[in-house]
């Protein structure tokens, strides 16, 4: 937990505590830049393969018509990394002692954030579908929770069996106290 | 025609200037770890500015007349 002391959420309440801090596993977006870096890959090889196809061009001042396309080139990839990559951080899944939250940036225009507090939740349910998710070890794990409230959906997280135990065992936690602090007052009260 | 071309251009930049304030507005709003974030925001200024900056001079240093007559 002292890993996180420095983060802040918003809407926490000042003795609540943030025990994990989840994003998407990692080869969500490592799959994501294999299309970008293949796409690199496929330019700088047409910068090896057009002298030779346009010898003529070598050595005048179209080669700077050339760099400047290499740049622009460059310059829209890289934006677009950053675009992929700020979607992959600030899509965040949070388990704190008092409910889990849940942030999802889609896009740059609409960001979305819900949470449900452990009294809240019904039931969790963990999906690992596929060769790929089976041997990296990361899926989907649902929360389903009471009446009107929104469900929550943590996506292609890794060891999402683990994180359904840790809310498991905090609640669990949570409805012990519950009980306890209930005794507490039916006790108090026969005193009286 | 060479400043069809010259407004053209300045409008893909302005794009692309626009994404580049998305992303920095984004990360230093949202970002749950600061340090991080500065990192991060630190990297992308630093590439982003260096390509932006050759794009402008290379885009000044275009023959976009010799071009333009090569094809008109």
């Known amino acids: ?192 | 025609m060479v400043l069809v071309f010259q407004i053209l251009y300045a409008a893909v930049m302005l794009v692309f200037l626009l994404l580049s304030a998305f992303i920095v507005f984004h990360i230093l709003k949202y970002s749950y770890d600061k340090r991080a974030a500065f990192l991060m925001i630190v990297i992308f200024l630093a590439f982003t500015g260096l390509l932006f900056f050759s794009n402008i001079i290379l885009f000044a240093n275009l023959p976009l007349e010799e071009m333009l007559s090569y094809i008109l």
Not at chain 1, 8 to 35: C, T
Not at chain 1, 111 to 134: C, H, M, N, P, W
């Open chain 1, 1 to 192: 937990m002292d890993a996180f002391k420095d983060f802040k959420f918003q809407g926490m309440s000042p003795d609540e505590k943030i025990i994990k801090v989840l994003h998407r596993n990692w080869f969500d977006i490592a799959s994501q830049y294999f299309l970008v870096l293949l796409a690199v890959g496929v330019f700088f090889l047409g910068i090896y393969i057009y002298p030779l196809i346009f010898p003529q061009f070598e050595g005048t001042e179209y080669n700077v018509l050339f760099l400047f396309i290499q740049n622009t080139f460059l310059l829209a990839v890289w934006i677009y990394c950053f675009l992929i990559w700020v979607d992959y951080y600030l899509d965040i899944w949070v388990i704190t002692s008092e409910k889990i939250i849940n942030i999802e940036q889609k896009g740059l225009f609409l960001r979305r954030v819900s949470s449900a507090k452990y009294e809240k939740i019904q039931d969790v349910t963990v999906e690992v579908k596929g060769f790929l998710q089976t041997i990296i070890n990361f899926g989907d794990v649902r929360v389903q929770t009471a009446g009107e409230l929104e469900n929550i959906a943590f996506r292609r997280i890794s060891n999402p069996y683990e994180v359904k135990n840790l809310i498991a065992k905090i609640q669990k936690e949570k409805e012990a106290k519950g009980l306890d602090a209930l005794g507490d007052m039916i006790r108090e009260n026969a005193g009286n």
